[in-house]
Antibody, heavy 115, light 112 residues
Framework: EVQMVESGGGLVQPGRSLRLSCAAS????????LHWVRQVPGRGLEWVSS????????RYADSVKGRFTISRDNAKNSLFLQMNSLKAQDTAIYYC????????WGQGTLVTVSP | NFMLTQPQSVSESPGKTVTISCSRS????????VQWYQQRPGSSPITVIY?????PSGVPDRFSGSIDTSSNSASLSISGLRAEDEADYYC???????????FGGGTKLTVL
């Protein structure tokens, strides 16, 4: 059974940092490009960042470029998102996901940026 | 980046067929595959269509996808509507020029 489990969300003040983690199992982790996608509760999905299997190609949405860093550890089947200089507009549920083919998504972790 | 535009909401009666459109703002819709996701309240999205028209195992054949180059859009059709199909549906594609992945704004399907 495929599982993707995010952790690391919580309440953080504007300007501070947070690191999200995603533990994956049940599929060949290092075969795939992986993503972070976020969703403001009640709103639509927004792609945030992606990383290819070798960590050679890192991509970021314009809204987070320069503040967020995606990384992965294939030996530990783990995906990460380092989020710096957080803003109120970054408040959302953050999902890790494999989007190619039949997608796999985690359950999401809520990040709230507020004073 | 191009944009993917979907209607905010659609509604139809049980047993009927509904079609949700996804219009690409620039560049050909055929250039990159389109995926469709279903998201029920309180749940993570799941794929109902990938690579324009492919169905993952477990997704009923009531769900079908297509692209139309003349209108530069993709469509998701759901036939034999059931109450359980009531959800938000998102289209998604890839922007080759920027390397960014793009989601449509989502369509809320109400089964009356």
């Amino acid at each position: 059974e495929v599982q993707m489990v995010e952790s690391g969300g919580g309440l953080v003040q504007p300007g501070r940092s947070l690191r999200l983690s995603c533990a994956a199992s049940g599929f060949t982790f290092d075969d795939y490009t992986l993503h972070w996608v976020r969703q403001v509760p009640g709103r639509g999905l927004e792609w945030v960042s992606s990383i290819d299997w070798k960590s050679d190609s890192l991509r970021y949405a314009d809204s987070v470029k320069g503040r967020f860093t995606i990384s992965r550890d294939n030996a530990k089947n783990s995906l990460f998102l380092q989020m710096n200089s957080l803003k109120a507009q970054d408040t959302a549920i953050y999902y890790c996901a494999k989007l190619v083919g039949a997608s796999y998504w985690g359950q999401g972790t809520l990040v709230t940026v507020s004073p | 980046n191009f944009m993917l535009t979907q209607p905010q909401s659609v509604s139809e009666s049980p047993g009927k067929t509904v079609t949700i459109s996804c219009s690409r703002s620039s560049g050909s819709i055929a250039l990159n595959y389109v995926q469709w996701y279903q998201q029920r309240p309180g749940s993570s999205p799941i794929t109902v269509i990938y690579e324009d028209y492919q169905r993952p195992s477990g997704v009923p054949d009531r769900f079908s996808g297509s692209i139309d180059t003349s209108s530069n859009s993709a469509s998701l059709s759901i036939s034999g509507l059931r109450a359980e199909d009531e959800a938000d549906y998102y289209c998604q594609s890839f922007d080759s020029s920027s390397g960014h992945w793009v989601f449509g704004g989502g369509t809320k399907l109400t089964v009356l």
